[in-house]
């Protein structure tokens, strides 16, 4: 049994971990998830426990648990960022999965600056730029003032040091002080209160560990050059006085803050899939109003306007073509490079681009609504979400800063009690670089960077993930569930053949669409279609009827036409011979539709229509198998229909005149078998399965039902989309295990580094200078291997 409770005093993932971690121990609990997001816990349990058991665990801690109904007053918790629903903020490590904030600040968790999110406002120069020259100056500044504290400390290393001829090093060890103020409390100021914020709210981060390394050395050079009297001998230099750590401050701290300067700049090419499909939309378009085109802004258009699309012009919305054919290059939203040719009644998508001819098109939908906005929608809320597989480097991290925190202790006992002359200086030393080349940011961005290049390298191919945990998963399918019509035929039936039987043909042919233009069924609008295209004139009809699932009836120069399926006849008491029966059975047989017509009760000729299976369907079938997943196709077709066009395919298997819920419960039977199921389909009948699937793929083409319960959507709506979203599936998530593997590798090995481990061996031993460099880096690498992504070539 499942029951969901409210939990108060949640602000992060780590009090998420906790509180579902301290549930998990009670007896009889079988799991617990909390959202963060909704502020609730759903416990899964054997047996009922009651609520008071859950109070008891969580009661010395910051978090309550209350019925899912109770209303109760939040805790108030120690002042974070101010959050909201619009905030257009986020932490670039996801630290607490999509959440927003209103205004620009440092995460709670990780320290890090909090990452604007694109908009059309600030697609060209965003707050990135911003913070990006911020930083840029407070570097210069930091630099300036590095340089001399570097060299007058350096200097000591040169034989008869020419500056101590101008002054004692006293007075040079004051100027050092001097010099490294604007360094400390101007440049890198911003780290000292992340670290002192992150102790306050026991959420150890990075900046902890930098503002412990840093501080410690400043302070204590600080303390030494105050109070040189209560320092033993073995701090002191040949010269007598103490030794000095502003150089090691300064230099960290700079290589620190150049660190994240790289940082940003990489970071804003993370989200440049965004930026660029917000750059597909125009500002303006030209409206046609009583014959006078007005040129209006793009958020004056309403739906029913008649626009004006000139060569080379980006379509303003999504909408119909009136008036008018062209080119349209549909590549930014569709990944296909080959231009479409549309004509009358075609459908276009705004950010696409015009060829060479004017034409009229009706706006259909604005805003909001357009097939660009809901992909720009959908890349932003899948590069906030998770993949699973971060729950490993979050179960690290959390162990992280504490672990480096301890091992830097017992450096520096160790180096105190076992270490040469001076000990305490050696001690201290490598204490501060044990703290300062630990890199949790380059775990925590392992999983992110690749999400975040590889969700919007999807857009740019036509492959919209609205998760992670999709792309994610979609690497583990090894079963394919797809629909016919729609998904694997065009979804448009046409007209194949109409075979006359003593019937003049194009009288035929007049008859079925003229009869047939009152219809709204998708064949009926087939053969209208069959007819305009040959050019033959319609005829006035009387006393239409439409006869629900049988077909259409209707009185044509006084006599009655009947046009519809073997059912129809039946009804009407119209026998067939069998050598009409035959042909008709043969022709099903091949994967087409039969439709009979009568003409004053007279078997007159017969109708094939077809559905196409779409180009792409074929090679993509087959990549798929080579992959080694299944392929099965559940159909509401007829059964020789669908096993005709299964035989076409090559598929693994065919299952024929299918209701949604047996979609979706053969989808239910494949998982419990312990397959990884996904599911592709276009229809509102699909939608059950496409949401119970472990991956959803809807086709781009379909409803938006459909496409609301997928997990992935396919902009161009074919099969090979399916390709492509396995294919940047297993890239994403080897660039994710290439990341994880670094930032692991580098804290293995850095850290025992930096504690000397070498030393008793080959007698090395790394600066704390050193260490900032390797610490700045790694984070710096791990965005970089991220950025790979977007170089990816798939066909």
């Known amino acids: 049994m499942k029951h969901t409770y409210q939990v108060t005093g949640l602000s992060c993932n780590g009090c998420k971990s906790h509180v579902e971690e301290s549930l998990s121990k009670i007896p009889h609990v079988d799991d617990v998830e909390v959202s963060l997001k909704e502020g609730k816990v759903e416990i899964e349990m054997s047996e009922h426990i009651p609520l008071s058991s859950f109070q008891n665990v969580l009661a010395d801690s910051q978090y309550d648990i209350y019925p899912e109904d109770h209303k109760v007053e939040e805790k108030k918790l120690a002042p974070l960022p101010s959050i909201g629903a619009g905030g257009v903020y986020y932490c670039p490590m996801h630290c607490e999965g999509d959440k927003t904030y209103a205004k620009p600040g440092h995460c709670p968790v990780c320290g890090m600056d909090l990452v604007p999110e694109v908009s059309s406002e600030n697609a060209n120069e965003s707050e990135e730029d911003k913070s990006y020259q911020d930083l840029l100056r407070k570097f210069r500044v930091a630099t300036a003032f590095t340089i001399p504290i570097f060299i007058i400390a ?90 000095m750590y502003f150089e090691s401050a300064a230099v960290i701290l700079t290589l620190v803050l150049l660190g994240q300067l790289l940082e940003v700049r990489a970071h804003r090419k993370t989200n440049s899939a965004v930026k660029q499909l917000l750059q597909l939309a125009p500002n303006k378009a030209i409206k046609v109003e009583q014959g006078k085109e007005l040129e ?190 729609g998904t694997v035929t065009e979804g448009k039936p046409s007209v194949e053949q109409v075979i006359a039987f003593d019937f003049d043909q194009e009288k035929l042919i007049s008859l079925m669409a003229s009869v047939n233009q009152q219809s709204e069924h998708p064949l009926a609008e087939a053969t209208v279609r069959y007819a305009n ?43 067939f011979t069998n050598e009409i029966n035959e042909l008709a059975m043969k022709q099903q047989e091949l994967g087409k539709t039969v439709s009979y017509l009568v003409f004053n009760s007279k078997l007159v000729g017969l109708i094939i229509l077809s559905d196409q299976i779409k180009n792409t369907s074929r090679q993509a079938i087959q990549e798929l198998k080579e992959k080694g997943i299944k392929i099965i196709m559940m159909t509401g077709d007829n059964a020789l229909t669908a096993q005709a066009v299964a035989d076409d395919l090559e598929l693994d298997e065919v299952v024929a005149e299918c209701l949604p819920e047996d979609k979706m419960n053969r989808v239910a039977k494949l998982k419990e078998a312990g397959r990884v199921v996904a599911m592709a389909g276009d229809g509102i009948n699909d939608a059950p399965a496409l949401a119970l699937a472990d991956v959803g793929i809807a ?10 319960s997928a997990a992935i959507t396919l902009v161009k709506g074919d099969l090979h989309g399916i390709v492509k979203a396995k294919a940047l599936s297993e890239s994403v998530m080897s660039n994710i295990k290439q990341n994880l593997f670094f930032a692991l590798a580098y804290n293995g090995l850095g850290v025992p580094l930096a504690a000397g481990a070498l030393y008793p061996f080959f007698g090395i031993l790394l600066s704390p200078m050193i260490a900032a460099v390797a610490m700045s880096f790694s984070s710096v690498s791990v965005i970089t291997n991220a950025l790979r992504l977007r170089t990816l070539k798939i066909s």
């Not at 060569?311 to 054919?325: A, L, N, S």
């Open 296 to 485: 209006i802004s793009i958020d004056q258009i309403r739906v029913g306007d008649i626009l004006r699309v000139k060569p080379g012009d980006k379509i303003p919305v999504d909408g119909e073509i009136i008036e008018g054919e062209s080119i349209i290059d549909e590549s930014m939203i569709t990944g296909e490079s080959v231009p479409v040719h549309k004509t009358m009644k075609d459908h276009v998508s705004a950010g696409t681009v015009n060829g060479k001819q004017s034409f009229l098109m009706k706006a259909n939908k604005v805003g909001a609504d357009t097939l660009l906005a809901q992909i720009i929608g959908m890349v932003k809320q899948a590069s906030r979400s998770r993949a699973p597989i971060q729950k490993l480097a979050d179960k690290i991290s959390s162990y992280f800063v504490p672990a480096v925190v301890a091992v830097s202790i017992i450096t520096f006992l160790v180096w105190l009690v076992f270490g040469p002359e001076p000990s305490m200086v050696y001690a201290l030393v490598n204490a501060i670089a044990v703290l300062i080349i630990a890199c949790p940011c380059a775990l925590g961005l392992a999983t992110p960077m690749s999400v975040m290049v590889g969700v919007g390298k999807g857009a740019e191919l036509g492959v919209l993930i609205k998760e992670a945990a999709s792309l994610e998963k979609m690497n583990q399918v090894n079963t394919l569930i797809i629909d016919k019509t």
């Open 533 to 575: 295209e040959k050019e033959i004139e319609l005829i006035r009809i009387d006393n239409f009827e439409s006869i629900t699932g049988q077909g259409v009836k209707a009185n044509v120069e006084g006599a009655e036409v009947l046009i519809g399926n073997k059912r129809l006849f039946e009804n009407q008491g119209v026998n």
């Open 154 to 243: 350096m200097s000591e290393m040169i034989p008869g040091n020419p500056l101590f001829e101008w002054m004692p090093v006293m007075y040079w060890n004051w100027v050092q002080l001097i010099l490294s103020i604007p360094v400390v409390f101007y440049a890198t100021w911003m780290f000292f209160q992340r670290a002192y914020a992150s102790i306050r709210s026991g959420m150890y981060n990075m900046f902890t560990l930098i503002g412990i390394g840093a501080g410690v050395a400043w302070l204590f050079s600080l303390f030494g050059l105050l109070f040189p009297q209560v320092f033993p001998d073995h701090f002191r230099t040949a010269s007598g006085s103490i030794h």
């Open 699 to 708: 086709m781009g083409t379909g409803t938006d039902v459909a496409i609301e």
